[in-house]
Each structure stands twice: as structure tokens, then as C-alpha cells.
């Protein structure tokens, strides 16, 4: 069926593209993979010469992105593919039912190396997809992920990995100023952390790439035991350490995108790491994150906030449960929650990486450019430049008439 060590970005693609029943079950559908819905005989529309074609090559002969076309055309929907951003920038969101956007051979590439001539941003495919999946008055699920952000990680890029949560920062700006509070749930974690802490105590202002600096007096490097600086970010593990001893980094420009940031024990590939990570969310219901829980928790509350799966019967939905009682609300449906998930932890195994993050920010705030790295009782900006602890990956955006 393929070439390659592996067999799951094929299966992948014929997921999203063929269901069990035959039809694709997602509306719209953006990233990178180009190669794995091609066959081997098709070239490329826009080949990259360093990719190695032989790494995913398709040898059944199926050309995915021929399957989903025809399937969209036999069932009468209004359909676009793009494989550019140039194509993808012609889509007309009012009248387009269905999208397809392939826009690498591989992965997307990393924000500080995108060539915007060719691939949208994450903020951009957030918007065109909310704009296209928000016609429809059944309400829609919109999962979002920065897949990116792990794997500079995993290279100990710090600076790529920073570059690409600011990335995802804008696209959940996006996203909540395209929907309403009111009827929108929008759900921000990650699925773990990385090996990633901060190092030493810069000044303030200092950058969080750069090497550790005191700016009481004249600025100076603060020195470790070695006599050496070293920068505010450290990984745990990781091929930022290649000898046994650090390097001297007094003239190294440690905020370059490809410097790999040192670390404690050398590896080839960084590891992730094991502390809790954080949910943030925004909209109806959100108040049922608050607190430490489980990571399929996350996804019994998405079922419950919008009505459906276990919920849909409306006894059992939260829009049903807001009869007056002498149990505040936010106690009433926590333990509810915490009641009835033992029985549906096996039907929502598969929905358990779902990530997240709050913007509370009102469109005025917005145009004003308020924005307050605190939480003031009323409005909460995320910092861009999070910790491992604080690391965000994926968000979802829920939007349901019964909201």
C-alpha cells in the first residue's frame, strides 16, 4: 500500500477522506500530507526537491484527492481543493460547502520558515473554515491543532516552538472574534509538556531566548560554576547537548531560529514530560474546567456543554438544566459531570486529545488593542511565551444552537 517505516499517515488520509459508509465526515479539512493522498504514478502540483518522495509514496494507485472530489460532485456539494495559498485565497467561503487544502508534501512548514506566498497560517485556515462551517444552524465542531510546536520542541528549537504558540496565540484571537460567547464554547490544553523550564533569573526585559543577563548597574552575563553563560531556557534532554562538557556561548546568537537550546542529557530526539498541563476555556459551560481533572474529562464536558453523544437525550443536556435549585449552578453540574463520566468513559476514549485556550476579551478591547497579560476578574490574555507547564498545542472551537 505505501513505502516508508510507517503505515499510519496512510491510514490517516484514507480516513479523512473515506468513512465507513463511503463519505468523508469532515467539511473541511487543512494542513500538510500532501504525498499520502497521491499515488506514485501522479506528480506533485508543487514539489518540493528535498522531500523524498519514497518516504510516503502511495502504491495502491488510489489518488485520494480524485475520491474526494468525485464523492462531493456525485452528492450535489459545493466543493474547492488547494494545494496553495493563492488557491486557497479564492475560496469563497458563502458559497463553499466543503474544503480540502494540502498545502506541503509533508508537514506544514515551521511559522519563522513559512513561505506566505505558498502556505496560509494557522490563523489563516482557522478563519476560512469558522467562516464556512459557521452557516450551518445545527452548530459545527472545529478542532485545531499546532502540531509544530512539539516538534521544535523535540529538536530543542525553543525559538521555533515560542514562534508557533504566538502563532496559535492569533489564531484563537481569531477564532473567538469570529464567534460569540454566548452560543461558542472554546477549549484550549495541550496532551503533555516538554522537558522545558526556565534556567535563571533574568531581568526583565531580557530575552527569553537569550543569554541570562543582571541590568542592575551596566548589564552583565551571569555566569555558572563553569565561569560560562547560559541561557534562560534549558531543555532536560535533547540534541541541543552533543559533547560532555557545555560550549562557551558568550558569542553565540542563542535567539536564532535554528539554535538548539542546550540540554542537561544528550539525545537525538527530546522527550515530553510528565507534569499536568493546562486547560483554559471560554463560553458556555467553561466554568466546569476550573480545577484539576482527568484529560478525558475534557471531552465529557464539550458533550455536555453542546448536547450531544451521552447528553443528547435533553434531560440529561445542560440547556435543560438550568431549572432553579438550592445547588448553585456551577456545583449542580460539576457533580453531575462527575456522576454520570464513568459510564461513558469507553464511548469518548477516541475524543480525549482535545487542547485549549481562553481569550475573554471583548471586540472592543480588541480594536483598542487592550490587551493585559493578567486576569483582572474579567479578562485573561495569554502569554505567548509559556512554559512547559503552560504550553498549549490544539484548541477547539464548539458551536451548537442548543448552547
Given at each position: ?12 488520509a484514507n480516513q479523512a477522506v473515506i468513512s465507513c ?173 516538554h522537558v522545558l523550564s526556565i534556567a535563571g533569573y ?138 454520570s463520566f464513568p459510564l461513558f468513559t469507553t464511548g ?56
Open positions: 500500500m505505501h513505502k516508508g517505516d510507517s503505515i499510519i499517515p496512510l491510514l490517516t459508509d463511503g463519505f468523508s465526515i469532515f467539511q473541511v479539512l487543512l494542513g500538510g500530507g500532501r504525498s499520502v493522498f497521491l499515488p506514485e504514478n501522479v506528480p506533485d502540483p508543487d514539489p518540493d526537491p528535498s522531500f523524498n518522495i519514497n518516504l510516503y509514496s502511495r502504491i495502491d494507485g488510489l489518488n485520494l484527492i480524485e475520491e474526494w472530489r468525485k464523492e462531493k460532485a456525485n452528492r450535489g456539494f459545493t466543493h474547492s481543493y488547494a494545494y496553495d495559498k493563492a488557491g486557497f485565497d479564492k475560496v469563497d467561503p458563502i458559497n463553499t460547502e466543503y474544503l480540502l487544502g494540502l498545502f506541503n508534501q509533508e508537514h506544514m512548514q515551521y511559522e519563522v520558515d513559512r513561505n506566505k506566498t505558498k502556505e496560509p497560517s494557522i490563523t489563516d485556515m482557522t478563519a476560512k473554515a469558522i467562516r464556512i462551517l459557521r452557516k450551518n444552524p445545527k452548530g459545527f465542531f472545529l478542532f485545531v491543532e499546532s502540531g509544530r510546536i512539539d516538534h521544535a520542541n523535540h529538536n530543542n528549537w525553543a525559538h521555533k516552538a515560542f514562534a508557533e504558540v504566538e502563532a496559535m496565540n492569533q489564531a484563537v484571537l481569531t477564532a473567538k472574534y469570529l464567534t460569540s460567547d454566548q452560543e461558542t464554547l472554546i477549549v484550549v490544553t495541550a496532551d503533555h509538556s533574568a531581568s526583565r526585559g531580557n530575552s527569553i531566548t537569550g543569554l541570562n543577563k543582571v541590568t542592575i548597574g551596566k548589564p552583565e552575563l551571569l555566569l555558572a560554576k563553569d565561569g560560562m553563560p547560559y541561557t534562560t531556557i534549558i531543555y532536560g534532554n535533547g540534541p541541543g547537548r552533543t559533547t560532555t562538557t557545555r560550549a562557551n556561548l558568550t558569542d553565540v546568537d542563542t535567539d536564532a531560529p535554528d539554535y538548539r537550546v542546550d540540554a542537561a542529557v544528550p539525545m537525538s530526539y527530546e522527550t515530553h514530560a510528565g507534569e499536568d498541563v493546562a486547560i483554559y476555556a471560554t463560553g458556555p459551560q467553561s466554568f466546569l474546567y476550573s480545577g484539576t481533572h482527568e484529560q478525558s474529562y475534557i471531552a465529557m464536558v464539550m458533550a455536555y456543554a453542546s448536547c450531544v453523544g451521552p447528553y443528547s437525550d435533553r434531560e440529561l443536556c445542560a440547556k435543560h438544566q438550568m431549572e432553579p435549585s438550592q445547588t448553585p449552578c456551577n456545583q449542580r453540574d460539576a457533580a453531575y459531570i462527575a456522576r469518548i476514549a477516541l475524543l480525549t486529545t482535545i487542547f485549549m485556550m481562553h481569550f475573554s476579551q471583548n471586540l472592543d478591547d480588541m480594536v483598542k488593542g487592550k490587551w493585559h497579560n493578567l486576569y483582572d476578574g474579567k479578562k485573561f490574555c495569554f502569554h505567548p511565551w509559556a512554559t512547559a507547564e503552560t504550553t498549549v498545542s490544539t484548541f477547539t472551537v464548539i458551536r451548537s444552537p442548543t448552547l
